[in-house]
């Protein structure tokens, strides 16, 4: 068991999925704090440590210019038709996009907290002005993503295929993107193809490196503003695997962003 998902979380850990899923504006709790939900107190410390600074805006304004800086020129949309001969729904289609837009979200809000916890020793920085929170993000009822054994044998080799895609850090579970585009079996051939491209042209790597050095710049303004309550004695392995995301999520921001555009009609 890597998680506890959201339909079978209670007490307490019920508490803070609704909290994240409130404070981020969020259609769902992304896995990283399912994940950490493994150990109450290890969700609690890290919830409590960064709630500030999800809260007041700070870290959703410099996710948001993390995202401008990713170039996404060279990502085309997939056309209709292509879709129809695959046999995709406009609302499966829609579904994937919405994910990935869910998740591209709450990835770059989630790797400038994280760094920002992770790194203890910083000095207080301005923060920029935040422009005042408007609307809220329309939240979306997400398909449940796909348990790995429910796939053919052919669909887990190109799940595995995918996954290594610019990938070099594990983090113990497979990423909620690759889970949620599982889905789609008869599009992952396609994802394989564009994220094939983007890495054999160096773009996903120029891309992961822009989103690593962004939001070690961001997670460094916003370090002295961490609630720094005391830590848990079970978080050091919590606290390893925080670092490992932080190094596996630079890959699945972009990819996340080249998949929406992709599945996004023109």
């Not at 409590?48 to 401008?68: C, E, F, M, T």
């Not at 390893?240 to 932080?246: I, P, Q, S, V, Y």
Request: contains cysteine; aromatic residues 6%; glycine residues 4%.
């Amino acid at each position: 068991m890597f998680e506890i998902p959201e339909t079978e979380a209670t007490g307490r850990v019920a508490e803070i999925y609704d909290d994240i899923r409130q404070t981020l504006d969020m259609s769902m709790v992304n896995t990283i704090w399912r994940s950490l939900a493994l150990k109450e107190e290890v969700l609690e410390w890290v919830w409590s440590s960064l709630k500030p600074i999800y809260q007041n805006g700070s870290v959703r304004h410099y996710a948001s210019k993390l995202h401008s800086q990713i170039n996404l020129d060279n990502v085309s949309p997939i056309p209709l038709p292509a879709f129809r001969i695959l046999g995709v729904s406009d609302k499966d289609k829609d579904d994937l996009k919405n994910l990935m837009d869910d998740l591209a979200y709450s990835n770059a809000q989630n790797i400038i907290a994280f760094k920002a916890l992770l790194n203890e020793h910083s000095q207080q920085n301005d923060i920029e002005a935040i422009p005042l929170k408007g609307d809220s993000r329309k939240k979306y009822d997400l398909p449940k993503p796909i348990n790995l054994e429910d796939l053919s044998t052919d669909g887990k080799e190109l799940f595995e295929e995918i996954r290594s895609i610019g990938g070099t850090v594990s983090v113990g579970f497979p990423p909620m993107w690759l889970r949620g585009l599982a889905r789609y079996p008869s599009i992952m051939p396609l994802v394989w193809a564009i994220l094939t491209q983007l890495e054999a042209a160096g773009q996903l790597a120029d891309m992961k490196e822009v989103t690593r050095e962004a939001s070690d710049h961001y997670s460094s303004i916003l370090s002295a503003y961490v609630e720094r309550t005391p830590r848990p004695d079970t978080a050091s392995e919590a606290i390893e695997r925080l670092g490992k995301l932080c190094d596996a999520i630079p890959r699945a921001i972009p990819v996340c962003l080249a998949l929406k555009k992709a599945v996004t009609s023109a």
